[in-house]
């Protein structure tokens, strides 16, 4: 069964003419005028299914926030359909609100002036959360965030790191179904990445709990997401594994040779549709080539007639050059 | 309901963070109380005990002057801003993804909040009030008892008409043109500038009409016995519904606003 069902979503807004001077602001305000409009998504379509942990990226003002504040029901798609956890999320946003946690790595739903504990129990009470049920939640939580040290501390004394582990916390006490996560490691230390992604994990492999995580952070992703959504433009560019994304776009390995001494000058003429030499210092030649179009072994026995090898290493495409490379291609290929 | 209940327990706790703010304003209402106090024992100089203007005796107007003070914290009769500040940070999104009444979460918040005002900044003002001047208390229990369920039913009228100018941020970016507004006319139709009773006729007419002199006219009224306790909280009764009604009416708006234009 799908978790989130979405089907040519789409979300439009009106772009409102600026009128100069005092008289054209008074106009405005009475009665605005359009010059046409904005699509910020448009028609987009995918499924996730229960247990999914799910990397949503694009780059900012791709409309990743408008998909997610439609699926928690807080916007309204101007055309489409849309179902989370078997609700149509606008129409039942505050039963909706009851199944799904979320957590903006920008803000915070804890009380500035209130010890971090005082926050979870207030929330216990909004989301009416059974005290055993509250208190086994907060022992997991504690143990894997390590909230030991600072439940009693008031919120605005944390670092942003404590702060936003007991964010995470709080937006699991009611254990909701799914989890919109919306850069929730954005400026943290490793430490506390390291130990985010972990209790994410644990999450997911313990509980089911789908997880729709949208981050600039590829690590994230790497360590997270077998399969990730990229969206840019309001369409969805790419959608699936990780490593088809890679080979996909990014699709160049490279191969670097060592050679005993300075290989023949002419290595360069080996490049082909398939291969390339990018880069020769002196007895190092980098070589990029295609992974569906001719094997390492091959690569490296080409490169082999034109000097002695004493070493070679191979590296993956790294999944930043992947991403960007999308981005200025801006081609949406579907899978 | 528990949920209300213990937003406004922690609202009430979240008051206490502060003390040196508390003892600052406490010194500032004290200040304001003495200063006031002074002028208008000043304007009936040389007149007989009992004189009045607009049915205020000196030791009246005294009395109304340090209620004034006492109340400013608990019912707020300015600058308030917290909603408009949510919805320009975007934390109202946050608030608005939770299984709650969005008005209810702000006004059972603001009840504890004026509930610990009332501990921290109006029974210490009145304390003080009462040792440097002579202050007219209630003549009977039944009169006691009528101030102190005004009290609650003023920061009603207030919260009701600051949740309103407050949800103008959904429409505005820019709060500010309406909120001087409003606390002009807050501070002119409450009576916290001078007693409604001082105005001409004509002011009072329309001032008798409007929400606003729920929030402390009624309660000093209330409080000197210029007004029968049938009357007086009938008033704030009549207009803390109606206002509410209001509030649930612009928030329909308002929340259609955001899902259908974005925040």
């Known amino acids: 069964m799908s978790m989130i069902s979405v089907r040519d979503l789409r979300k439009t807004f009106p772009i409102k003419r600026h009128r100069s001077g005092m008289k054209g602001s008074i106009a405005s305000l009475f009665r605005p005028e359009y010059e046409g409009e904005f699509a910020a998504v448009k028609g987009i379509s995918f499924e996730v299914a229960r247990g999914e942990i799910v990397g949503y990226i694009g780059p900012n003002g791709a409309g990743k926030s408008t998909t ?51 926050s979870l129990e207030l929330l216990k009470h909004l989301y009416r959360v059974p005290e055993a049920r509250f208190q086994e939640n907060l022992a997991t939580a504690t143990e894997l965030l390590g909230l030991g040290d600072f439940l009693q501390t008031p919120v605005r004394q944390l670092s942003l790191g404590q702060r936003m582990r007991g964010d995470l ?47 600039h952070d590829l690590d994230d992703i790497e360590q997270l997401c077998a399969r990730i959504m990229v969206i840019d433009h309001g369409e969805v560019m790419f959608d699936g594994e990780l490593n088809a994304l890679k080979s996909r776009w990014g699709g160049r390995r490279q191969l670097i040779v060592d050679f005993a001494s300075d290989p023949d000058a002419d290595i360069g003429s080996i490049s082909n549709g398939a291969l390339e030499v990018t880069q020769i210092d002196g007895p190092r030649v980098t070589i990029a080539f295609d992974r569906d179009a001719i094997s390492a072994p091959d690569v490296l026995g080409r490169a082999g007639a034109f000097g002695e090898v004493r070493d070679m290493s191979l590296q993956e495409p790294e999944i930043e050059d992947v991403i960007r490379r999308m981005y200025e291609g801006s081609v949406p290929i579907r899978t | 309901m528990r949920m ?91 608030d608005m993804l939770k299984p709650m009444d969005f008005f209810l979460y702000w006004y059972s918040r603001d009840l504890g909040r004026g509930a610990a005002q ?108 210029q007004v029968s306790i049938a009357q007086g909280l009938g008033m704030q009764v009549f207009w803390s519904l109606v206002m509410i009604g209001c509030c649930y009416v612009l928030l329909h708006y308002a929340e259609r606003k955001v899902v259908v234009q974005g925040g």
């Open chain 2, 118 to 225: 009332i501990i921290t900044r109006a029974i210490p003002t009145l304390t003080i009030g009462s040792i440097l001047f002579d202050l007219v208390w209630p003549e009977s229990w039944q009169r006691w008892a009528a101030f102190l369920i005004s009290v609650p039913f003023a920061i009603t009228v207030s919260f009701c008409l600051r949740f309103m100018f407050n949800l103008w941020g959904f429409w505005m970016l820019d709060h500010r043109g309406i909120s001087s507004l409003i606390i002009v006319m807050t501070g002119v139709f409450s009576g916290h500038l001078l007693p409604v009773s001082w105005y001409p006729p004509w002011a009072q007419n329309l001032i008798n009409v409007l929400p606003f002199r729920s929030m402390l006219m009624t309660p000093v009224e209330l409080w000197l016995g």
């Open chain 2, 4 to 94: 209300y209940y213990e937003l406004a327990k922690r609202s009430f706790q979240q008051q206490f963070a502060y003390r040196a703010a508390t003892l600052a304003g406490l010194f500032t209402n004290s200040v304001f109380g003495v200063l006031l106090s002074s002028v208008y024992l000043a304007l009936f100089w040389d007149q007989p005990a009992n004189a009045s203007v607009g049915g205020f005796t000196a030791a009246q107007t005294v009395t109304y002057t340090w209620i004034g003070q006492a109340l400013i914290m608990p019912v707020i009769f300015w600058g308030w801003f917290l909603i408009t500040n949510t919805i320009r940070d975007g934390t109202v999104v946050m």
């Open chain 1, 169 to 215: 916390a709080a937006s699991l006490l009611h254990d909701p179904e799914i989890l919109y996560l919306d850069e929730p490691t954005i400026g943290l230390d490793i430490v506390a990445k390291a130990a985010i992604r972990d209790f994410l994990q644990t999450l997911n492999r313990e509980r089911q709990t789908t997880v729709l995580l949208t981050t």
């Open chain 1, 68 to 118: 997610i504040k439609m699926l928690t029901g807080i916007l309204v798609p101007t055309s489409g359909d849309a179902t989370v956890a078997g609700l149509v999320p606008w129409e039942k946003r505050k039963q909706l609100a009851q199944k799904i946690g979320v957590v903006f790595g920008q803000r915070t739903q804890l009380w500035w002036d209130l010890a971090l504990i005082e």
